[in-house]
C-alpha cells in the first residue's frame, strides 16, 4: 500500500527532528556540555526514517554506537534521550550509558551498544526468541559498513538465515569505518552481495531516499514476519560529519578524507533536502509548510534541551546501582 500523504509528512518531521537534534547536539559537544563523545549521523537520516517507518509498534530494534536517528525515528522520547547523552539522572539510564547506550522498552527499543558488528547477533538472538514464543514480531537490527566486516556479520547472517529468524539486517554503508574508507576494506563493495551467500535476499537501496528505502526494509518485514526469514537490507549513504564529535573538533581529525568529498554530497546527496522536494513535486509540500515543520522540530529540540540541561547530574551514591542483579532471576 502506497504511504498516504499524513505518513509521509511524518516521516519529514521525524527526519528534520534527528537533525535538529544531532546539529544541536554537536553545539552542545563544542560546549563541553556532552561527558565522553557522541556520533552523529547528519545525512544519514533517510536510513533511519526508511527502515523504522516499515515496523509495526511491536517489532524491536538493535542499535549501535550511532544510534540516535534510529531511535528518534523509532519514537523514542526526545526529552529523555537527550538528557542521557548528556549525562543526566533523567537520561534512559539515569545518565550512565551516554551517547552509546540508548534503550526505550516502551518503544521497542532494546539497546544500543559501542562494540562494533555486535549488535548483528543480539538482533538475531532476539529474533530466536520472537520465534520460540510465535508472537509475530520482527527484530530490525542496524549496523555499519566497517561492522560488515567483522566475523559477526557472517555467524549472526548465517545462523539467522539457518535458523530462519524473522530479522532484517540493515546496513547503512557510509563508505566509512571510522577513518576507514570502504574501498580500502572491501575488495568487493556491493555488501548487499553477501546475502546470496548466506541464503537470503539482499537488496542495495539509494540510502539518501527514504522512500527506497522504506520500500525495502518493508518488503522484509513482512516476508520475516510470514516466517520466511531474515533479509539484508544495504542502504548506500555518506555521513556529513566526522566520526564521532570530538574527532570534528580536533585539527586534522577529518583529514582521511579526500577535498571536497563532504562539500559534494552534502551539495547534492542530503536526504532531507531530496525528499522535501519530492514532497514539493508530489504536492504534499510547499515552502511555507516546510518552514513550518522546520520551526516546529527545531522547538521540540528546544523543549529537550530544555528538560535536558535543567536536569539534575545523577547522585554520586547511584554510581554502584544496577550494576550487578538486584535478585536471583527465579
Ligand atoms: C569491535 C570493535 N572494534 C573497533 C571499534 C572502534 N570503532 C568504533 S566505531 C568504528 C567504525 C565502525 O564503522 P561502521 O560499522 O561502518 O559504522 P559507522 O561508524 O560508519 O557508523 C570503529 C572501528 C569498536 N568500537 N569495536
Ligand atoms: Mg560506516
Known amino acids: 500500500m502506497p504511504l498516504t500523504k499524513e505518513a509521509l509528512l511524518d516521516m519529514y518531521r521525524r527526519m528534520l527532528t534527528i537533525r535538529h537534534f544531532e546539529e544541536g547536539l554537536t553545539e552542545f559537544s563544542r560546549q563541553g556540555l556532552v561527558p565522553g563523545t557522541g556520533h552523529v549521523s547528519i545525512g544519514e537520516e533517510a536510513v533511519a526514517v526508511g527502515s523504522c517507518s516499515a515496523l509495526g509498534d511491536k517489532d524491536y530494534i538493535i542499535s549501535t554506537h550511532r544510534a540516535h536517528g534510529h531511535l528518534l525515528a523509532r519514537g523514542a522520547d526526545i526529552n529523555v534521550i537527550l538528557a542521557e547523552v548528556l549525562g543526566k539522572a533523567t537520561g534512559c539510564t539515569g545518565g550512565k550509558g551516554g551517547s552509546m547506550h540508548l534503550s526505550d522498552f516502551s518503544r521497542q527499543i532494546l539497546g544500543t551498544n559501542g562494540i562494533v558488528g555486535a549488535g548483528i547477533n543480539i538482533a538475531g538472538g532476539v529474533a530466536l526468541a520472537i520465534k520460540m514464543r510465535k ?60 546475502a546470496n551467500s548466506y541464503g537470503m535476499p539482499g537488496y542495495r537501496v539509494d540510502g ?16 520475516a514476519r510470514k516466517g520466511e526469514g531474515p533479509s539484508l537490507i544495504e542502504a548506500v549513504s555518506y555521513r556529513l560529519r566526522g566520526h564521532s564529535m570530538r574527532m570534528d573538533q580536533v585539527p586534522g581529525g577529518s583529514d582521511y578524507r579526500p577535498k571536497g568529498e563532504v562539500e559534494d554530497w ?17 504536492g504534499y509540500l510547499n515552502d511555507e509548510a516546510a518552514e513550518q515543520i522546520n520551526a516546529e522540530c527545531k522547538k521540540i529540540f528546544d523543549a529537550a534541551a530544555d528538560f535536558a540541561l535543567n536536569s539534575p547530574e545523577p547522585e554520586p551514591e547511584t554510581a554502584f546501582t544496577w550494576i550487578y542483579a538486584q535478585e536471583r532471576v527465579k
Open 135 to 194: 508472537t509475530g514480531q520482527v527484530c530490525l537490527g542496524f549496523f555499519g559498513d566497517g561492522a560488515a566486516n567483522r566475523g559477526t556479520f557472517h555467524e549472526g547472517l548465517n545462523l539467522a538465515a539457518l535458523w530462519k529468524v524473522p530479522t532484517v539486517f540493515v546496513c547503512t554503508n557510509n563508505q566509512y569505518g571510522l577513518s576507514m574508507p570502504q574501498c580500502k576494506a572491501c575488495a568487493n563493495l556491493d555488501i548487499s552481495a553477501r
Open 208 to 223: 539518501t531516499d527514504v522512500m527506497a528505502v522504506y520500500e525495502a526494509v518493508k518488503s522484509a518485514v513482512d516476508r
Open 266 to 282: 552534502a551539495a547534492e546527496k542530503d536526504p532531507i533536502r531530496i525528499f522535501r522536494q519530492k514532497l514539493t513535486e508530489l
